[in-house]
């Protein structure tokens, strides 16, 4: 998330580099670890609410967590990270 992230804002630059954070309770943590390491490269920071850009991290019931990076409601970056774990082939 970290790395897919910090390239999408250092190639599209945010307006005010802030995002203020829409979490639940099981991603709010590494929302927040994945916002200090891009802050640390692009300089983005989080700012209370409200504000117009928000990072949105979800899980969800399929093993996955969804985050996405909105401006004004508009979809800008997003990126899905899933654990369950794909069969292997039996060849």
């Not at 994945?34 to 991290?57: A, F, K, N, W």
């Amino acid at each position: 998330m970290t790395t897919s992230l910090s390239i999408h804002l250092l190639t599209n630059p945010l307006e005010e580099n802030a995002v203020c954070l829409d979490t639940d309770v099981e991603t709010r943590p590494y929302a927040k670890m994945v916002l200090e390491e891009i802050s640390r490269i692009t300089g983005t920071r989080e700012v209370p609410p409200p504000c117009r850009q928000i990072l949105r991290t979800r899980a969800e019931p399929d093993d996955a967590w969804n985050f996405q990076l909105l401006s004004g409601g508009k979809v800008l970056w997003h990126s899905r990270l899933s654990f369950r774990e794909r069969p292997v082939n039996s060849r």
